[in-house]
């Protein structure tokens, strides 16, 4: 079995990249960030088209998560228990979805960004993983031998080598010790990064800003992520970032991330 996750920046925006990636990718399971619309509006037919069912958790423009599986989508839970919420009136955003799909509880997750770190929604950030890190604990103190992936864009970059220059990012989010710390959490308490031993960095990136050609120059930082469960780290094959997904006219910043399951 083949999962991946993506944040597509917009699934309206780029259904037909998504489709055509789908279709020659050979994945069955696709954890996607960022849709950027209601539920009413994501283009589900042409994932249809291809066999894939879809559940999607968005609540306007912003946010939103979703999951295409055509190995089946079962027990579709939205959120985790006591996701801190944001916002005036205070809500639960649109950030995590999952279903059991091919026997994997799958988690597509959009983490906060936590714009500058002297913001409130950088504490809000860190609020969310420990919870996010507290729930996935307990997930595996109830069952060890769960197969359980937590997939999607992460918005921390936990190596100094997952960032192209660690001085440009200085005194910024995504590489702050505090959140390092809340990444790592999640990785102590057994769910390990199914990724990175298969494209090792450093140099090896999901996501290159629009801005100042950060692309063609390898300016990157790798922040999407697939941490799984001791059982399911067992079953990986092969791992591998689809950058060639990047390139061509109405691309999406980041790039697929893909995991092979025996």
């Not at 996607?32 to 968005?58: M, N």
């Not at 941490?227 to 780290?233: D, E, V, Y």
């Amino acid at each position: 079995m083949r999962i991946a996750t993506w944040n597509v920046n917009s699934i309206r925006s780029r259904i037909d990249r998504v489709a055509a990636w789908l279709e020659r990718s050979d994945v069955d399971v696709l954890a996607i960030q960022e849709t950027k619309c209601r539920d009413d509006q994501f283009p589900e037919l042409p994932l249809s088209a291809l066999g894939y069912e879809v559940a999607h958790h968005g609540l306007s423009q912003w946010n939103g998560v979703a999951i295409a599986s055509r190995v089946g989508l079962g027990d579709i839970r939205v959120g985790f228990e006591g996701m801190p919420t944001w916002g005036d009136p205070a809500i639960a955003e649109a950030r995590a979805i999952s279903a059991v799909c091919g026997g994997v509880r799958v988690w597509s997750l959009y983490v906060p960004n936590g714009r500058t770190l002297e913001d409130p929604h950088y504490t809000y950030k860190l609020d969310w993983l420990r919870v996010l890190r507290d729930d996935a604990a307990g997930w595996l103190a109830d069952d060890p031998q769960a197969q359980v992936v937590l997939m999607g864009d992460w918005n921390v970059a936990p190596r100094d080598e997952d960032v192209w220059d660690m001085a440009a990012f200085e005194g910024h989010t995504h590489v702050s010790k505090l959140e390092r710390e809340a990444f790592d959490a999640v990785v102590d308490a057994g769910y390990a990064d199914l990724v990175r031993p298969y494209a090792p960095g450093p140099g090896v990136y999901t996501y290159w800003d629009y801005q100042r050609l950060r692309f063609p120059k390898r300016q990157g930082m790798r922040i999407d992520f697939a941490l799984g469960s001791p059982a399911l780290a067992d079953r990986v094959s092969d791992a591998t970032i689809d950058r060639e997904e990047r390139k061509g006219k109405g691309a999406s910043d980041h790039a697929p991330v893909v995991v092979t399951l025996t």
